[in-house]
């Protein structure tokens, strides 16, 4: 899997896949101790079931331990009405209530002034990023291009973000390892599925791979008894890309002791209580 950040760093309001009026202003005089010199208040509205949430306090929290003269507040939309309340706040910005929201509620105020074009903020001084291996000074070169993907029509870039939209494929694992002469291989990136359905052409496969788009692919009976009987494997298996690491926001106590390897044959060696996750790592 593929993540739209170069390295992780501390992008903090650089809002994942939101938009933002940078509600902070230089403080001419010195800030508060510990401080950046800015100053002011950010809040957000985000809708209440989403996975990155806990990332954006960790990475809110940061931020203001950093910059001790801003206030960021995050408000949780537990509701239906998450689309009414940002063209609320969209159609009254003098109000103030919001500033960061999901910007895909308004797609129709893409290049005009109600919208952070991004464009010109991707080469201004990053200071988060320092010792990142792509690093060049600015917040551009820790991100990859589906960061920051540009707006067709208003030709604007309205959004920065760290998740990308993927197919799910599902292919015979025996076949590729039967095509490739080896029983341990499998393709573990889209490139490398790439090049190994052109080797599959090249050795006289019509179609090596067939993938359905249409509504039905994926409504059918034999289809939902295979997700079924796939879906847990691949979620054991997927704990080992996700599990939290030490320097991540989601750590806790027990993630010490859990190891991938060591417990993948326990069956109850994906129970919530024995370990974290943080699903920004995929």
Same mark, same amino acid.
């Given at each position: 899997?593929?993540?739209?950040?170069?390295?992780?760093?501390?992008?903090?309001?650089?809002?994942?896949?939101?938009?933002?009026?940078?509600?902070?202003?230089?403080?001419?005089?010195?800030?508060?101790?510990?401080?950046?010199?800015?100053?002011?208040?950010?809040?957000?509205?985000?809708?209440?079931?989403?996975?990155?949430?806990?990332?954006?306090?960790?990475?809110?929290?940061?931020?203001?331990?950093?910059?001790?003269?801003?206030?960021?507040?995050?408000?949780?939309?537990?509701?239906?009405?998450?689309?009414?309340?940002?063209?609320?706040?969209?159609?009254?910005?003098?109000?103030?209530?919001?500033?960061?929201?999901?910007?895909?509620?308004?797609?129709? /105020?893409? #290049? %005009?002034? =109600?919208? !952070?074009?991004?464009? @010109?903020?991707?080469?201004? &001084?990053?200071?988060?990023?320092?010792?990142?291996?792509? /690093?060049? #000074? %600015?917040? =551009?070169? !820790?991100?990859?291009? @589906?960061?920051?993907?540009? &707006?067709?029509?208003?030709?604007?870039?309205?959004?920065?973000?760290?998740?990308?939209?993927?197919? !799910?494929?599902?292919? @015979?694992?025996?076949?590729?390892?039967?095509?490739?002469?080896?029983?341990?291989?499998?393709?573990?990136?889209?490139?490398?599925?790439?090049?190994?359905?052109?080797?599959?052409?090249?050795?006289?496969?019509?179609?090596?791979?067939?993938?359905?788009?249409?509504?039905?692919?994926?409504?059918?009976?034999?289809?939902?008894?295979?997700?079924?009987?796939?879906?847990?494997?691949?979620?054991?298996?997927?704990?080992?890309?996700?599990?939290?690491?030490?320097?991540?926001?989601?750590?806790?106590?027990?993630?010490?002791?859990?190891?991938?390897?060591?417990?993948?044959?326990?069956?109850?060696?994906?129970?919530?209580?024995?370990?974290?996750?943080?699903?920004?790592?995929?």
């Amino acid at each position: 899997m593929r993540k739209t950040t170069k390295s992780l760093v501390a992008a903090v309001l650089s809002a994942c896949f939101l938009f933002g009026a940078a509600a902070c202003e230089k403080n001419p005089g010195p800030g508060p101790s510990g401080g950046s010199g800015l100053k002011g208040n950010i809040n957000f509205l985000v809708p209440m079931a989403n996975v990155d949430n806990d990332a954006l306090e960790a990475m809110a929290n940061a931020y203001m331990d950093i910059n001790r003269g801003v206030t960021i507040t995050i408000t949780k939309n537990n509701g239906n009405g998450y689309s009414e309340l940002v063209r609320a706040a969209v159609a009254a910005p003098e109000a103030g209530v919001v500033n960061i929201v999901r910007i895909s509620q308004i797609a129709e /105020y893409y #290049g %005009t002034d =109600k919208v !952070v074009d991004f464009t @010109d903020y991707l080469d201004e &001084e990053n200071d988060y990023a320092e010792g990142s291996p792509s /690093y060049d #000074g %600015t917040w =551009k070169s !820790v991100l990859e291009a @589906d960061a920051y993907p540009i &707006e067709g029509k208003a030709n604007t870039i309205p959004a920065l973000s760290y998740e990308s939209n993927y197919t !799910v494929c599902f292919y @015979d694992k025996r076949a590729m390892n039967d095509l490739m002469k080896d029983p341990d291989y499998a393709p573990e990136t889209w490139e490398e599925l790439l090049a190994l359905l052109e080797k599959a052409k090249s050795d006289g496969y019509a179609s090596p791979l067939g993938l359905s788009f249409n509504e039905s692919s994926c409504a059918g009976i034999f289809m939902g008894w295979m997700i079924k009987m796939y879906a847990d494997q691949y979620f054991r298996d997927f704990i080992g890309k996700a599990h939290s690491l030490e320097v991540d926001y989601s750590y806790i106590a027990a993630d010490k002791n859990w190891n991938y390897e060591e417990m993948k044959g326990d069956p109850g060696f994906d129970r919530t209580e024995v370990y974290s996750s943080n699903l920004n790592r995929t």
